[in-house]
């Protein structure tokens, strides 16, 4: 006999209290109560919960409050609100931020089951699969905090279908993540496909996400499927998602909330079953901001928030990373065991890694080629084209960073046009976007420039 599912309702009002555990109760639910979000924090801390039913305007902590506590710390309960018709706003908005659902009160009882049992009907999931190394073995670190924290909200999250943004700086391995946590859900057997936003023309983006049906534009001769329908069932990663265009946004935001596309050219809508994952190293929040991001499609992308720390702020992991990359170099060049002496990996430790794990890889594997007698030096690396100053010096401002370059560049290019950006990006051979979207990472102060003069920056590819 199954044991039967727990439901946590919280409500200032007890009167709904005692009416949802009647219904409830009755079809063998097992009902905790609550009547503030505090005390529902506890009881979801203190004990294991299937479903969260919760009232939205609450006296001090509200349901919006608790909405955002209970996806920190337990992303995969899922939740439906209750609302009075002038609240309704609040819901919908709670709902794109990840809630599986609202009620409006009063309510209709047989609606409340229905919706209880369809919600808690897509939490039965298969069971992860068995005999997976642990993750820390996976992704060859995690001494530090931040890297442990990382490795137990990826298995939290892994067996269930919320959306996943993970945010990162180039190199530390969003791709490397978003693959474990296909591998570790119940998907894991249906395809992962990659779209690289980033490097994809605007043009080509949105034949290459929804496809195309013949005809349908001058070289289209045959139909397409495109990358979100060939996802189906499967995972969906949009790597570099902050650099898609507004048009774009638009499709993507549809296509999560209806979970169907068009095929450009057609006229019929194909239903696509498939977690979505995205990445980017843009500060999404300050696009969102800036209006260069819609809002909307920022809270559907966001279910769960996953980032992962530059290696400069984990430094206790280099030496297990360092270890296993030098372990797997030598396999592959089927040579003796490169040793790392004490000196080589203090330097190691100091590096900042402008570049990250994929710097530290590409290092070690030229390094392991080129060291001698077995030993890697620190002038092995060197030779990868890493600088030349000591490792007491590389540290802080001082390190060479090839975005402090890019930044420098571009500086020098604005002089070079009296601030004018389009003249700029001329000089340095990119496009107006291009050169909008570098000036806004970097910080390059535009204020009393000439840029205000600057025609509206069109929408192309970065």
């Given at each position: 006999?199954?044991?039967?599912?727990?439901?946590?309702?919280?409500?200032?009002?007890?009167?709904?209290?005692?009416?949802?555990?009647?219904?409830?109760?009755?079809?063998?639910?097992?009902?905790?109560?609550?009547?503030?979000?505090?005390?529902?924090?506890?009881?979801?801390?203190s004990g294991h919960v299937d479903l969260l039913i919760s009232d939205v305007r609450m006296p001090g902590m509200g349901g919006m409050d608790l909405f955002a506590e209970v996806r920190a710390i337990c992303p995969e309960l899922p939740v439906i609100f209750l609302t009075a018709y002038g609240t309704?706003?609040?819901?919908?908005?709670?709902?794109?931020?990840?809630?599986?659902?609202?009620?409006?009160?009063?309510?209709?009882?047989?609606?409340?089951?229905?919706?209880?049992?369809?919600?808690?009907?897509?939490?039965?999931?298969?069971?992860?699969?068995?005999?997976?190394?642990?993750?820390?073995?996976?992704?060859?670190?995690?001494?530090?905090?931040?890297?442990?924290?990382?490795?137990?909200?990826?298995?939290?999250?892994?067996?269930?279908?919320?959306?996943?943004?993970?945010?990162?700086?180039?190199?530390?391995g969003k791709e490397r993540v978003a693959r474990l946590i296909h591998q570790r859900g119940h998907r894991r057997e249906h395809p992962f496909v990659v779209v690289d936003c980033g490097s994809t023309p605007t043009g080509l983006l949105e034949s290459e996400l929804f496809g195309h049906v013949r005809?349908?534009?001058?070289?289209?001769?045959?139909?397409?499927?495109?990358?979100?329908?060939?996802?189906?069932?499967?995972?969906?990663?949009?790597?570099?998602?902050?650099?898609?265009?507004?048009?774009?946004?638009?499709?993507?935001?549809?296509?999560?909330?209806?979970?169907?596309?068009?095929?450009?050219?057609?006229?019929?809508?194909?239903?696509?079953?498939?977690?979505?994952?995205?990445?980017?190293?843009?500060?999404?929040?300050?696009?969102?901001?800036?209006?260069?991001?819609?809002?909307?499609?920022?809270?559907?992308?966001?279910?769960?928030?996953?980032?992962?720390?530059?290696?400069?702020?984990?430094?206790?992991?280099?030496?297990?990373?360092?270890?296993?990359?030098?372990?797997?170099?030598?396999?592959?060049?089927?040579?003796?065991?490169?040793?790392?002496?004490?000196?080589?990996?203090?330097?190691?430790?100091?590096?900042?890694?402008?570049?990250?794990?994929?710097?530290?890889?590409?290092?070690?594997?030229?390094?392991?080629?080129?060291?001698?007698?077995?030993?890697?030096?620190?002038?092995?690396?060197?030779?990868?084209?890493?600088?030349?100053?000591?490792?007491?010096?590389?540290?802080?401002?001082?390190?060479?960073?090839?975005?402090?370059?890019?930044?420098?560049?571009?500086?020098?290019?604005?002089?070079?046009?009296?601030?004018?950006?389009?003249?700029?990006?001329?000089?340095?051979?990119?496009?107006?976007?291009?050169?909008?979207?570098?000036?806004?990472?970097?910080?390059?102060?535009?204020?009393?420039?000439?840029?205000?003069?600057?025609?509206?920056?069109?929408?192309?590819?970065?």
């Open positions: 006999m199954n044991p039967k599912q727990t439901i946590l309702a919280v409500d200032d009002d007890l009167s709904i209290l005692q009416v949802l555990e009647a219904r409830l109760s009755a079809v063998d639910f097992q009902v905790l109560k609550a009547t503030g979000g505090r005390e529902a924090l506890d009881i979801i801390k309704i706003p609040d819901a919908v908005s709670a709902v794109k931020a990840g809630a599986v659902d609202y009620i409006t009160k009063p309510f209709d009882g047989r609606e409340l089951l229905q919706k209880v049992r369809n919600t808690l009907k897509k939490k039965v999931l298969p069971s992860p699969p068995e005999g997976l190394p642990p993750l820390d073995q996976e992704l060859s670190g995690g001494r530090s905090p931040a890297m442990r924290e990382l490795f137990d909200l990826i298995d939290r999250i892994a067996p269930s279908d919320v959306n996943v943004l993970i945010l990162g700086e180039s190199g530390v005809g349908a534009f001058t070289h289209a001769i045959r139909d397409k499927k495109g990358l979100i329908e060939a996802a189906d069932h499967g995972t969906l990663f949009l790597d570099e998602i902050g650099n898609i265009s507004p048009e774009m946004q638009v499709r993507l935001l549809r296509f999560l909330e209806d979970r169907k596309i068009r095929r450009i050219g057609d006229l019929k809508e194909i239903p696509v079953d498939c977690r979505v994952i995205s990445a980017t190293n843009v500060d999404l929040p300050e696009e969102v901001e800036s209006g260069s991001f819609r809002e909307d499609l920022y809270y559907r992308l966001r279910v769960v928030t996953l980032k992962i720390p530059p290696l400069r702020e984990r430094r206790e992991d280099i030496p297990l990373l360092a270890r296993h990359f030098v372990q797997k170099y030598c396999e592959a060049q089927k040579i003796s065991l490169v040793q790392i002496p004490p000196e080589t990996m203090k330097w190691l430790c100091d590096y900042p890694w402008p570049g990250n794990v994929r710097e530290l890889k590409n290092a070690l594997e030229a390094g392991v080629v080129l060291c001698r007698d077995g030993v890697l030096r620190q002038n092995d690396l060197q030779l990868t084209g890493l600088p030349q100053a000591p490792a007491k010096t590389i540290t802080g401002s001082d390190a060479i960073s090839l975005e402090e370059s890019e930044r420098n560049t571009i500086i020098r290019a604005l002089q070079q046009a009296g601030w004018v950006q389009k003249d700029a990006a001329k000089i340095l051979g990119i496009s107006r976007r291009a050169i909008h979207y570098k000036i806004r990472k970097y910080g390059i102060e535009m204020a009393g420039k000439r840029s205000s003069t600057d025609e509206p920056v069109p929408d192309e590819k970065v």
